[in-house]
């Protein structure tokens, strides 16, 4: 399929360019494409490297496994076909929540990593399971509670009310959410879709799944000591957070600084939980990072050819002319 796709973008694009006489433009455009593709690969893997780094101290730490099952009756109901304790399924958690806390930097290398042990639990490489396409759906509709990102930038430029998107945001993401869950359900079970769904690999869930590391299975209680300084550190970070509450009451308005809170400290609230949730348990944390870091290095290496193959394409269709085809017929 996508094989075709793409053969058909290529000809059309010519073809279109050919009409309109934007061959030198289309000539440019497949070559900063190639060019944007690689940039954008390159700028991924610091922040794939490092997420995909915490992510290995969480599961290292027991954290991925208590928020799986935490969260494990609507996964379970959502992908049943994916075992609790895999991998992908705490992958998809992390990425969702990261979506819905407006974290897409986070995100990216979560859903890339979903997908990647999602792909392990398929049994035939070139088709995607109804596994793959439902998290693909669920990605894509982007479900937002705190849209920090979309709301830092209505204030950059001078919003009166930037974060008057609220309730449309949760509105308009919920039943994106909504729709694109029901229309994967619906489809996979039309009878084209269900003779195409790739069988489950079966055998031992220990084959299927990477099981924690020696070092997982020994991790020792917590030490009082070691409980006593997380206390002590969040408690001094929460009077930090008051007196910057307090000293910045007078200069911004109520909703406003609670906005820019939300916006700005999240993320190295969540990297600081992390961290010290697996020293907590005893975790190498500096070793285990790194070691998940070169994995998430690999993978922004791996996605490569892809983004260059897919922009280059994309990159073509619009230089000929394409998009604005699309748009005058569709605009209407």
Partial sequence: MLNS?????????????GLSGQMQEMTDSILTSARGAVDLALGLIGTMAF???????????????????????TMRMLFPSVPIDHPAMSAMILNISSNMLGLGNAATPFGIRAMEELDKL????????????????????GLAILPSGVIALRASVGSEDAAGIFFSTWFASGCATVVGILAAILLSRLPHYRTTEPPHLTGNLAEQTELPTQHTTNIKRTKRWQYWVVLLFWLTFVLLLMHHLWSSFSVEQPEILVRSVFSSWILPVLVGSVVLYGWSQNVKVYESLVEGAKQGFEVALRIIPYLVTILVAVGMFRASGGIDVLVKYVGP
């Fill in 122 to 141: 398929n049994s035939r490489k070139d088709t995607a399971s109804n596994a793959m396409v439902l998290f693909l759906a669920i990605n894509t509709a």
């Fill in 51 to 73: 997420f995909l780094g915490l992510m290995n101290v969480a599961k290292e730490a027991g954290l991925l496994q208590k928020i799986a099952r935490g969260i494990g009756p």
């Fill in 5 to 17: 796709i793409f053969v058909f973008v290529v000809m059309t694009s010519l073809l279109l360019a």
